[in-house]
């Protein structure tokens, strides 16, 4: 469908607002997300099963035994809230587990050292790994340094800035990502970096190393800002400084896991999904309380919301917890293949993991006619602050995997001003929820499912020329 | 000397300033203050001392290998500032040393505990200990259910509040000292509190632990904050809340450690001392930066501006670093023990103990006399933020065991609002120093020292009626 088409079809049902401006949403729709959006606003219950969830199961790195309980607390939480079709679809999952680890100053003076394992890193040797370290800002500064890394561990000191949304963090992941191959082509034995996050707590963040195909893998750890620093200040005082680690991690086989799945079917239009994702899965070392139990409480609270209303709509909305988010996207993955000869009648789907912060607007991916749809979503959710727009969204790790089926991806975008203070530290913890500025996220993504579920039509898909994922 | 007779004494000396209000310092001292003061503020060296201390030693609990790389630091440092009569007094330490540790919820379902052993604990039996939990929010509600601690391990759930003073801290810390033998006394096995902190993160906060003679000596930790604040959810949740805790701690004998010294020498009087001591040790979960690098930094610093001055004044300034305040004193009661013949000839003593905030005004504790001293002193501090006077001061743990002897004893009085964040932490490390904070107490330092050791008159001594050391 056009965008001309759209806007017809959408004039033709719904008469001219009040105001004139509003011309695209039936009343009842326009009213009905509305309420939704400020019985939210009032306080909603999202909090509470963030509290469930980290309270109960706590760390669920995936095929982790708290991974298996994440399931069951997925399936009785949706069970016990009356979802229709509660169900858990099986997900094949690589396990990594973290082992003991500990890191040192040997020289110039002993000084102990604040570090974690990368997920997915090699272990080190029994007995750890001691080498001099090479002090590199980046991958850039490590290129340009060919000769230097040999038999050296490589130290990646590059800082994350502060900002609102995820900018910082994406200039400065690609150490954690690509650095311990990077170093390993160039003859280094390990790699420490200086954590990827914005606060000052000797608690490292830990994340996904992605080892290259045809290269040594060597260990690799994240280092507390802290002790980053420190390490910095020795390196600069112009001695020789070596450091030893330890890391007893490593892979562990395959296991099951499961994406937890449950719906508020629709009352027209039933086979037709707005599906409404999180991950289920979390890092090892904190309960996963902002990455991501947040995003589940919202989508659960949101989609119950939905499903007390006196009329449900159309589509039918569907809660997909997803498996292994954080270290493989093996749920996300089994979910394109399983689903796939329904994603032509999934009609948007939207991701919540940015944790808890105000939402500041959204973003959406979708064919050009749905502008005006997402102007008038964006007029509803000016009172929780999420009214601007951005057009270049791609939803969330999880559902652009649905990119290639023309799905239209949105997402409510948040304050990630505080986001990687805590972001996969032991830190991320239930007290870091901030429950009203949760609610207002719950209160935005309440009003855009219910209308993506009522319209008439659905948004028109991304253009095939857009469907190829980032990076592929 | 009474009041009277200084004043006289000060008037005699010097000529009237013009404003009329400043009759009692004569000018030269009051203008070569005024230069230190101004010196400091335009940007001390006291960081660089601190980085010195907590870069190159890091932890250094009392007859730890940190400990005497610390006193080899402090000689060290002030050979090389050019002080006189460096030298270790030595000092007679009991050692208690952290093991592994490890605690977790084992029902109603299992999770991680971050916990740290208080220090002086004795250990758990290996394999750890596990019991039932009493949750208690103060010693008096312990105290009011008699029958409830058995076998139980008593969760002291006592929340301190941020304070820009030791307020708060003073109010809570009670569940510390004396949680372990109050619950004993009542048949626990163990004791778990909340951390005496003010942050939210998962670093607890360690401490000295009082055990009660002919009480049973169970083991204590303090759990970090969001750790206890889980607890406390799980505990409200109406299940019995079991917890296993295992603590590797334990006395390890006696060692050898010192208190390092070192003079500017006076001009007149040399035999005359004003004393400004910080504590060298440290515990052993972060590099004490804070607490009290930042302190040993501030008296050397001082004490260095004041060994410049093209006239040094005419007693002499005597820096202490002193040995094991963190747990035991025996720094400060050596000290005591082996001046006693000097002490009466010690005109003033200030310690650096409160961390790296701001100079919010200073406290004294002296003869009455001394008054209209103090508020010249305080007129000098105006400009650095220390005008307010406060005379209940103790000085600091180290030279309140002076106290006896009558030592006038001063401290500056600084801003604590975030201390408590990271006081006996891992989280106390030199990113936490706050620079130009630590200069405005060096400039308050250095005023103060040099008009103690300047004016013609030493500050009236503590009347006898005060002497008695507090809670003795």
């Known amino acids: 469908m056009t ?51 980290t309270d109960r199961v706590g760390p669920r790195l995936a095929g982790s035994a708290g991974d298996r309980q994440a399931t069951a607390w997925g399936l009785e939480t949706l069970e016990a809230l009356g979802f229709a079709n509660v169900r858990a679809e099986k997900v094949a999952v690589k396990v990594w587990q973290r082992g003991a680890e500990w890191g ?16 997915g890193s090699v272990p080190t040797p029994e007995g750890g790994l001691e080498a001099e370290i090479l002090e590199v800002s980046s991958l850039e500064e490590l290129g340009a340094r060919p000769d230097a890394a040999r038999v050296k561990i490589v130290f990646f000191d590059k800082k994350m800035e502060r900002a609102s949304d995820m900018s910082g963090y994406m200039r400065a992941v690609d150490v954690r990502s690509k650095g311990a191959s990077r170093a390993a082509a160039l003859g280094a034995v390990g790699v420490l970096i200086r954590s990827v996050g914005t606060d000052h707590n000797r608690l490292p963040h830990t994340g996904g190393v992605d080892y290259e195909e045809g290269l040594p893998r060597i260990p690799a750890a994240a280092l507390s800002i802290p002790d980053a620093e420190l390490l910095e200040r020795l390196d600069r005082s112009g001695k020789p400084v070596r450091v030893r680690f330890t890391l007893g991690c490593g892979d562990r086989g395959t296991a099951e896991s499961a994406n937890v ?4 079917p629709g009352t027209r239009k039933p086979e037709e999904i707005v599906l409404l994702g999180a991950h289920l899965d979390s890092w090892d070392l904190g309960t996963g309380a902002i990455d991501d139990a947040a995003g589940c409480g919202i989508v659960i609270e949101a989609a119950r919301l939905i499903g007390e209303l006196p ?16 270290n493989g996207l093996a ?96 830190n991320d913890t239930f007290d870091k ?25 659905p ?4 253009p095939e020329g857009k469907r190829a994922l980032p990076g592929s």
Do not use: C
């Open 433 to 457: 929820i901030e429950p009203e500025a949760l609610d207002r996220v719950v209160a935005a993504v309440a009003a855009f499912a219910y209308v993506a579920a009522s319209s008439p039509e």
């Open 104 to 119: 040192e100053v040997v020289s110039p003076q002993p000084q102990r050292l604040a570090l974690a394992a990368l997920g």
């Open 459 to 462: 948004f028109e898909r991304i």
């Open 3 to 53: 965008r001309r088409a759209l806007s017809i079809a959408l004039l033709a049902a719904v008469p001219l607002a009040a105001g004139g401006t509003d011309a695209s949403l039936a009343p009842e729709i326009r009213q009905t997300a509305q309420a939704l959006r400020d019985k939210a606003l009032a306080g909603s219950q999202a909090s509470q099963w963030v509290a469930g969830l």
């Open 261 to 264: 799945v449950g719906e508020i």
């Open 331 to 426: 749920g996300a993955r089994a979910y394109a293949k399983d689903h796939e000869a329904e994603l032509s009648r999934h009609a948007a789907a939207l991701e919540a993991d940015s944790g808890t912060g105000r939402p500041t607007g959204f973003s959406w991916l979708a064919g050009p006619s749905a502008e005006p749809a997402v102007r008038e979503i964006g007029r509803l959710l000016e009172p929780v602050g999420a009214a601007a727009a951005s057009g270049d969204g791609y939803g969330g790790a999880d559902i652009s995997q649905l990119r290639t089926a023309g799905v239209p991806l949105f997402s409510v975008t948040q304050d990630s001003s505080r986001y990687f203070d805590f972001h996969h530290t032991a």
């Open 311 to 326: 009329r449900r709509p159309a589509r039918t909305i569907r809660v997909v917890l997803f498996a292994n988010e954080e």
